[in-house]
């Protein structure tokens, strides 16, 4: 009633669902609240594209959740944000996220198969990142085709207090100077050669990206084929 309301009085046809999860807790009956809700929209006729979020294990490559996502598709979603966040188990328990990289690697060509557009970015840098997690991340990016060059370069974590996270580098002394939760991407790496890669992406991308510059690309090619290859330095990048 309110979506009709919004586009037959006002003419909006684009609605975006802020729910954190619009198939939480990714039950059967939460399913079925959205496929009800899909079929009045189809019925109504009513010409709309919709966005949302949800969570990469609320959806599964079944025949239910098949039929679910082209009911969404049907109902005019175009695009899910996805929470992907990392392609490496360590970092996801880190970050106590419920969803594995195997829900991770299900969920976008479940979406991309009915023309739904998985919208995701990565969490590649953090206080505890390691060479290893790095490679699991970038070999992730690479086996889902994924051409968004932010989710390779400007990916860290912001710390906000009170979190686990924010904990865990206060009691290991891995917050920066100046660290505030205005400033909540001020913090140390443990892994030295982390940090080196950290400072390359933040010289050559993010200031870059600042004054409208990108560093060509074959320098990007460059850099991920010997980081993936475990680079013993960043310099040589230059």
Request: glycine share 4%; net charge negative; hydrophobic share 35%.
């Amino acid at each position: 009633e309110e979506i009709s309301n919004m586009y037959m009085k006002y003419q909006v046809t684009h609605f975006f669902f802020i729910d954190d999860d619009i198939l939480d807790p990714g039950t059967r009956e939460a399913k079925d609240r959205v496929s009800e809700l899909c079929r009045a929209i189809i019925a109504s006729g009513m010409k709309i594209t919709i966005t949302g979020y949800t969570k990469a294990n609320s959806l599964s490559p079944c025949k239910e959740d098949h039929e679910l996502v082209d009911l969404m598709y049907q109902a005019g979603f175009v695009s899910l944000f996805v929470g992907i966040e990392s392609g490496s188990q360590t970092d996801l328990t880190l970050f106590h996220k419920l969803a594995s990289v195997e829900d991770n690697r299900k969920v976008l060509p479940l979406l991309y198969s009915h023309k739904i557009k998985p919208e995701y970015e990565m969490i590649m840098f953090h206080p505890y990142a390691t060479l290893d997690t790095l490679k699991e991340n970038f070999l992730f990016l690479r086996d889902v085709k994924s051409y968004n060059y932010r989710n390779y370069t400007l990916t860290g974590v912001s710390i906000y207090q009170n979190t686990e996270l924010y904990r865990q580098a206060l009691r290991d002394g891995l917050l920066a100077e100046g660290y505030s939760y205005k400033e909540p991407d001020l913090y140390h790496y443990k892994n030295k050669e982390v940090a080196q890669m950290a400072n390359f992406i933040k010289e050559h991308f993010e200031m870059n990206r600042e004054i409208g510059k990108l560093v060509t690309a074959d320098q990007l090619v460059t850099y991920f084929y010997r980081f993936s290859r475990y680079s013993d330095s960043v310099k040589t990048m230059e």
